[in-house]
């Protein structure tokens, strides 16, 4: 399968604790997007990245979320001392060129997390 | 703001007839995209046309463009059970960098057997 793969599909934790959702590009992408879709809404744009580059985190909520991208390994994205209004479902997207508007965004079947 | 808004929010029809959906949107864009996402799973691109394209077909869909007036239209004939699923536009602002697509809330499309 060489599709985007996301893991975990579900993803429970307790208020306070971290959440990290991995993101494995499509074989051949090195731009990774992140979206987060509440329920009954589209999804928001969170942060983009290149291999070992943050190009733009201006969605991403500055306190308690982080992403990285590094040259060996899956995307990551990390949530610390998670709150209740973190519960969501978080998608990631790869594209093989810099400008997705002009190219098609592959997405994964995203991670659902819930938070208790 | 939501750059992309699709009117309706719900539709359901009886398979074999055509279901339409909107999309209006802000600002003057690059490109407009539309996407499928059945439940539970990721979306799917569709379609994607450009701001000088006025209409563009792929099967079974039909997707027209009128920058004029900011909207786009989605159009599935001849529908089937298999196309039930939310559907969303994405668009990339004219002025923004083009890695910024925005989706609007979406159309929930049910067709019934």
């Known amino acids: 399968n060489a599709g985007v793969m996301q893991n975990p599909r579900h993803l429970v934790r307790r208020r306070g604790q971290e959440a990290r959702l991995r993101c494995s590009p499509m074989?051949?992408?090195?731009?990774v997007y992140w979206y987060r879709q509440l329920p009954e809404e589209g999804l928001k744009f969170m942060v983009y990245l290149q291999k070992e580059n943050i190009i733009d985190e201006s969605g991403m909520p500055k306190e308690r979320f982080s992403a990285e991208f590094p040259k060996e390994g899956p995307s990551i994205l990390r949530i610390q001392q998670v709150v209740r209004g973190d519960s969501a479902a978080y998608f990631c997207a790869s594209s093989p060129q810099t400008k997705p508007g002009n190219q098609p965004q592959h997405f994964g079947d995203g991670t659902r997390l819930s938070i208790l | 703001s939501q750059q992309g808004e699709e009117d309706p929010q719900a539709l359901s029809i009886q398979e074999g007839e055509n279901a339409t959906m909107n999309c209006s949107y802000k600002?003057?864009?690059?490109?407009l995209q539309w996407y499928r996402q059945n439940s539970g799973r990721g979306l799917v691109h569709l379609i994607l046309i450009r701001s000088n394209e006025r209409e563009k077909h792929s099967g079974r869909l039909r997707v027209t463009l009128d920058t004029s007036k900011k909207s786009s239209s989605l159009l599935i004939t001849a529908s089937r059970a298999a196309d039930t699923a939310s559907y969303f536009c994405a668009t990339d602002a004219k002025d923004s960098n083009d890695y910024k697509l925005s989706f609007g809330a979406g159309t929930t499309v049910t067709v019934r057997a």
């Open positions: 600002t003057s864009i690059n490109n």
């Open positions: 074989k051949g992408h090195s731009h």
